[in-house]
């Protein structure tokens, strides 16, 4: 998956909006449990998860998702739980121990299997080696998780948005490492749009 992803995508009939600008995908994950965004791309249920697997690039576009259950649902929003606790507790300086031994035994599994394979206009496309198996896109996610919080340099520019309603947890990559906010165009523009209505609040009125 490409970092700094921001996608809008409808799969089937039903719409669901993520965003995958958070600079890593374990960081997507968490997110996906966070206010104000959860609202609109809940993985609580088998769609929404196999839908958010695909857009997230976890699984090849037209892989079958029909070994996805309730017992993926729950595994992924148990890892997304875990995911959120690590991270804070990295940005804060604490230690979070169980949640770290929960992200390492699931980063200790083998990730999916790929090859590449004729599309049917003869170009090279990912396709996974076999059906997709719940411990191993765990394993994909924590193994990300663990190389980004082993990693010092990308390990101090975690930073959480400075957007009121907003609590997602981000890899600033800006130039100065100065990103106050998880995307401009959102919690940015947000922030923007109330300052200018607090400053038009103050403004005197003009005389008649």
């Known amino acids: 998956m490409a970092a700094g992803r921001a996608v809008g995508r409808t799969a089937g009939t039903v ?7 958070s600079g890593r995908i374990c960081l997507d994950l968490v997110a996906t449990g ?8 809940r993985l609580d249920s088998v769609v929404p998860l196999g839908r958010w697997l695909i ?10 998702l029909a070994a996805i259950d ?8 148990e890892l997304r739980s875990q995911l959120g606790q690590l991270v804070r507790a990295e940005i804060e300086g604490r230690p979070s121990e169980a949640a770290l031994e929960c992200v390492n035994a699931l980063a200790s599994g083998a990730p999916p299997g ?3 394979v004729r599309d049917e206009r003869g170009s090279l496309v990912r396709e996974l080696s076999a059906a ?8 994909a996610v ?3 998780a663990v190389e980004l919080l082993t990693d010092p340099a990308a390990r101090s520019r975690l930073r959480q948005c400075e957007g009121g309603s907003c609590r997602r947890v981000y890899l ?10 998880c995307s401009s165009e959102v919690c940015g523009n947000r922030e923007r749009v109330a300052r200018h209505r607090r400053r038009a609040a103050v403004r005197p009125a003009s005389p008649a």
Request: charged share 30%; proline share 11%; with cysteine.
């Open 70 to 77: 309730a017992d993926w649902v729950r595994s992924f929003a």
């Open 114 to 116: 790929i090859r590449a």
């Open 132 to 139: 997709p198996r719940c411990g191993a896109l765990l394993a």
């Open 55 to 64: 857009a997230a690039g976890l699984l090849p576009e037209q892989t079958p």
């Open 15 to 21: 719409p669901h909006e993520w965003r995958f600008d």
């Open 34 to 41: 966070e206010p104000p965004f959860r609202e609109c791309g």
């Open 142 to 144: 924590a193994r990300d």
């Open 172 to 181: 600033d990559t800006s130039r100065g490492g100065r990103r106050r906010w």
